[in-house]
């Protein structure tokens, strides 16, 4: 749902409701609104969100389960999915494309918002990045859910890019890293 989207999307960058009514330009009410399902997220601020935040096209659309699934559907899946775990693995659109062997992170960008289409082997090489199953890029996913290993990625997310770094910075990091794998353990057996 788009309220559970808006509010996530505003945690996840780590963003009061005062920081993020600013963002978009409407006033606080309309933003608690939102996140309540109370208001509509206007054609303006949706274009607001998809360019500040860098989201994919249709990010707030809903899938229709039954509709047939065409190739450009595809295309906004997978880049939907990249989108989410790159996300929720605390990297940026720079750092992604360094590790696909990318010159320049406009095409992650362009794959996101899927605008560009993403080969075989490049679909290979995500799935090793972010350590999932590569069929996990092609299912619809929800990304307003809220796991366990999605808020504390958050977290840490929230702690990084913060200017001040607390002294145990690398510990924490190494500490959800180690959580978040032992999750991707426990949830394939």
């Given at each position: 749902?788009?309220?559970?989207k808006?509010?996530?999307l505003?945690?996840?960058?780590?963003?009061?409701?005062?920081?993020?009514?600013?963002?978009?330009?409407?006033s606080?009410?309309?933003?608690?609104?939102l996140?309540?399902?109370?208001a509509?997220?206007?054609?303006?601020?949706?274009?607001i969100?998809?360019?500040?935040?860098?989201?994919?096209?249709?990010?707030?659309e809903?899938?229709?389960?039954?509709?047939?699934i065409?190739?450009?559907?595809?295309?906004?899946?997978?880049?939907?999915?990249?989108?989410f775990?790159?996300?929720?693995?605390?990297?940026?659109?720079?750092i992604?494309?360094?590790?696909?062997?990318?010159?320049?992170?406009?095409?992650?960008?362009?794959?996101?918002?899927?605008?560009?289409?993403?080969?075989?082997?490049?679909?290979i090489?995500?799935?090793?990045?972010?350590?999932?199953?590569v069929?996990?890029?092609?299912?619809p996913?929800?990304?307003?859910?809220?796991?366990?290993?999605?808020?504390?990625?958050?977290?840490?997310?929230y702690?990084?890019?913060?200017?001040?770094?607390?002294?145990?910075?690398?510990?924490?990091?190494?500490?959800?890293?180690?959580g978040?794998?032992?999750?991707r353990k426990?949830?394939?057996?």
């Open positions: 749902m788009i309220k559970d808006i509010k996530s505003r945690e996840a960058n780590g963003l009061s409701r005062k920081e993020f009514h600013k963002v978009i330009g409407c606080m009410s309309h933003v608690i609104n996140e309540k399902g109370a509509r997220l206007s054609e303006d601020h949706r274009a969100l998809e360019e500040k935040f860098d989201l994919p096209e249709n990010y707030f809903p899938m229709d389960a039954n509709a047939p065409s190739t450009s559907d595809y295309d906004r899946i997978i880049g939907a999915n990249i989108f775990h790159r996300e929720r693995n605390g990297m940026t659109q720079e992604l494309a360094e590790e696909m062997g990318y010159s320049h992170a406009s095409s992650v960008s362009a794959i996101e918002r899927g605008k560009k289409p993403i080969g075989k082997k490049k679909l090489q995500l799935a090793g990045i972010f350590d999932i199953h069929a996990e890029l092609f299912s996913i929800d990304t307003a859910s809220s796991t366990e290993e999605h808020v504390l990625i958050n977290k840490f997310i702690l990084a890019r913060s200017k001040e770094k607390p002294s145990v910075y690398g510990a924490i990091k190494e500490l959800i890293d180690s978040c794998r032992e999750l426990t949830d394939q057996e």
